[in-house]
């Protein structure tokens, strides 16, 4: 989010002192005070600060000795430069600087002017003392005071009005950003593509410099999947999540937690975030209906603290973007639901066929050959009828896993229906596809499984290929041939893999 520019002008504050009619015979005049005041203004600032001291809110601003020591050094400065005689740019400047550490510090404009209406009522009667020649004299003095102390006042002022439009510049545009990754999120249905508009906003609402979204897995109870915006690979790399760590302990309060080197901050930065040149990082929870999604880390180069305001809009954030990962999520798991096959997490028969489409243009375009292998586990059906469902169910995923560790990445396997699986094999020729396939069946022929009563379960699948362009020339002469090759193999006893030929 943009800092917003202060709008303290000096051009303004002559036009000020103009209206106030504070000119050259002021300034006079208050050179001739200067000398007198100059000399001990502790009658003054000890008097101011015996005042203040009997209030609960201004009190509560000067919580030990040192401090009070401190602001009546200030306070005797400024004192003795009210009356100086040098109202310049450095001097117009202080005083904008001054009245915005009033405000920081929480000091609310109505007490800031009593605390001057107690500066003057001290004031008028040590002027009266020093005024020698007459009522005049005196009058003239007050009149001059006045209008620098008003002066001040007035820039001071104006340090509220001018953080009040900061922070009604940057609420406007944090919530246009909140309004912006509401409609963007509800509308991208990916994992993916919804953490990253979830960071990108959460950075531009509080000027982060990088972001972090981890989430957690119920089964494990552990944080699994990391996504990160703005930090480095060896960051990201060494994010670790001990058990009653920072993470945990969000989750477990529902509420955020800030990180920094401030005296008194419990969770202190670990040297991995020093390194990485972050000062300060708040994560907060992600938990929708007290289901645990995760959690967002927010980091800073800069800054220590964040305003109240913006943790009230990353609480909004996070249920928006709770909502959205739950959303996202339900559609990635239909699209998988769609492709796959539920017991085996193959693909399905009609993704297969999607990819085989594909694959069978991409061969034509590059001349390489594609193999397609047709699996059918033997008499499956007695292992069935023998062990039960179940022990069915767990013989297809134990095939399923020996495919997926013996093929490619690039290869595509599914499962085509009941007991039958089918390979795909880009690039690959028949004499290869051969030497795939008998790797697969002797790792199925050497599996070990036992029923429910502990009795062995033999398996074996006879196998039949078909290759592109030499077997067949389009997708379905390709599985249509490899289907008569598995036939064969069915035929000739089982636990074999043959090649599709026309002979």
């Known amino acids: 989010m943009p800092e917003t520019e202060s709008q303290f002008e000096l051009d303004d504050v002559e036009e ?62 400024y004192f003795t430069s009210l009356t100086a005689g040098d109202y310049d740019e450095a001097y117009l400047r202080e005083r904008f600087c001054i009245g915005r550490a009033h405000q920081q510090v929480g000091l609310e404009p109505r ?73 963007t999120v509800n509308a991208t249905l990916g994992v993916n593509e919804t953490l990253n508009e979830v960071m990108k906003c959460a950075m531009n609402i509080v000027n982060a410099q990088a972001s972090a979204i981890v989430l957690f897995d119920a089964e494990s109870r552990s944080f699994t999947e990391k996504y990160s915006m703005g930090l480095s690979p060896h960051f990201v790399k060494n994010m670790s999540f001990r058990r009653g760590g920072l993470a945990d302990e969000v989750f477990n309060e529902n509420h955020y937690i800030v990180s920094n080197d401030l005296e008194g901050t419990k969770h202190q930065l670990s040297k991995l975030a020093r390194d990485e040149g972050i000062v300060s990082f708040v994560c907060l929870p992600l938990v929708s209906h007290k289901r645990r999604l995760g959690v967002q880390y927010l980091y800073f180069h800069q800054r220590q603290e964040l305003f109240e305001d913006e943790y009230a809009l990353l609480g909004t954030l996070s249920h ?107 690039g690959i020729d028949k004499q290869v596809a051969y030497r795939v396939a008998e790797r697969i069946r002797q790792s199925v022929e050497q599996l070990q499984l036992r029923s429910n009563n502990k009795e062995p379960i033999h398996v074996s699948i006879s196998m039949g290929i078909s290759c592109f362009p030499k077997c067949a020339q389009d997708e379905d002469s390709l599985i249509k041939n490899a289907d008569n090759a598995l036939y064969r193999a069915k035929n000739q006893g089982r636990n074999q893999t043959v090649i599709f030929s026309e002979s």
């Open 111 to 183: 007490w800031y002017i009593g605390a001057y209406r107690k500066y003057l009522s001290l004031l008028i009667p040590h002027l009266f003392e020093l005024s020698k020649t007459g009522e005049d004299d005196f009058l003239q003095a007050i009149e001059s005071i006045l209008k620098v102390v008003f002066l001040d006042i007035a820039i001071a002022m104006e340090t509220y009005v001018d953080k009040n439009r900061e922070a009604m510049v940057r609420r406007a545009a944090q919530l246009a950003a909140l309004n912006e990754v509401a409609v």
């Open 320 to 426: 928006i973007a709770t909502g959205a990962i739950g959303n996202a999520h339900l559609h990635t798991r239909a699209v998988t639901l769609s492709m796959t096959d539920e017991l085996t997490n193959l693909f399905n028969r009609r993704e297969f066929m999607v990819r085989l489409e594909q694959e069978m243009l991409r061969s034509r375009r590059s001349h390489k050959p594609l193999s397609l292998i047709m699996a059918d586990i033997d008499h499956f059906k007695n292992i069935n009828d023998s062990y039960g469902h179940p022990t069915g169910d767990l013989v297809l995923t134990e095939l399923a896993q020996i495919f997926m560790n013996i093929t490619r990445d690039i290869d595509i396997v599914a499962r085509f229906g009941g007991e039958e699986f089918i390979f795909l094999l880009p």
């Open 16 to 77: 000020l002192k103009r209206f106030l009619e504070f000119n050259e015979t002021d300034i006079h005049i208050l050179l001739n005070l200067h000398q007198y005041l100059k000399e001990d203004p502790a009658f003054f600032v000890d008097q101011f600060y015996h005042h203040l001291l009997n209030f609960e809110f201004s009190k509560s601003l000067i919580p030990d000795q040192a401090t009070l020591t401190r602001l009546k050094k200030s306070q005797s400065h």
